[in-house]
């Protein structure tokens, strides 16, 4: 099965309570990852493959190879082949560990790593899974699936924030766990309902 999802924002600090980009009510950073480890693996099965649209983690910590190898024991314990889409605060020196240390999984890479962004298809849509929303015009069964917004939604039926914080999660009628990766299916649940939604202020 196939997951997407982004803004995990692993260990960072400057996220944890309420702030302009969305409430992470975690006493601290290591309570949020355990967290959101807890709820990735109650979804995701160690056979699916999880599209994360970047900002995978904010860690400064000295020297650099320390902050990389935390992130890599960290990403080691989620479920899934994972599918790294840079975003802008992963950087390609963590992405150049990340490869040097790779490992298969279900006899693949337990780490693909995409720069810009990734196509997929299904149920007859087309998904470009980017990091930054882009804007697409009117383009019939062509969707964009974004993070970086946090708690923001862009004003457009085509563009769907799957970021964890997301604001287009009200769309559903039950919203996922913090951190929980969305499959598909859930992903044109959100796409139907603010259709609809748009629908209704014409």
């Known amino acids: 099965m196939i997951y997407v999802t982004s803004d995990t924002h692993f260990f960072d600090q400057h996220l944890l309570g309420r702030t302009n980009f969305a409430d992470r009510p975690f006493l601290n950073a290591y309570d949020m ?4 480890i807890a709820h990735w693996n109650e979804v995701v099965a160690p056979e699916d493959t999880v599209y994360h649209l970047g900002d995978i983690a904010v860690h400064f910590v000295r020297p650099e190879s320390q902050s990389h190898q935390d992130i890599y024991e960290l990403l ?3 479920n899934g082949n994972l599918v790294l889409i840079k ?9 150049k560990y990340l490869a040097k240390h790779n490992y298969q999984v279900n006899g693949r890479d337990k780490f693909r790593f995409e720069d810009v962004g990734a196509l997929i298809k ?4 087309q998904y470009y899974l980017t990091h930054y929303p882009m804007m697409l ?13 946090h708690h923001y939604s862009v004003h457009t039926k085509e563009n769907i924030n799957v970021g964890v914080d997301s604001a287009d999660f009200d769309y559903l009628l ?5 951190g929980q990766p969305l499959n598909l299916t859930i992903v ?3 796409i139907m309902a603010k259709r609809d939604d748009f629908l209704k202020m014409r």
């Not at 299904?122 to 849509?125: E, F, I, M, T």
């Open 137 to 149: 015009g009117i383009v019939p069964n062509i969707i964009n699936l974004h993070g970086h917004i």
């Open 33 to 36: 990852n355990e967290k959101i």
């Open 122 to 125: 299904y149920n007859h849509r």
């Open 76 to 78: 080691q314990r989620l």
């Open 188 to 190: 044109e649940q959100i």
């Open 87 to 95: 975003g802008n605060h992963d950087n390609r020196a963590l992405f």
């Open 174 to 178: 039950e919203k996922p766990k913090f």
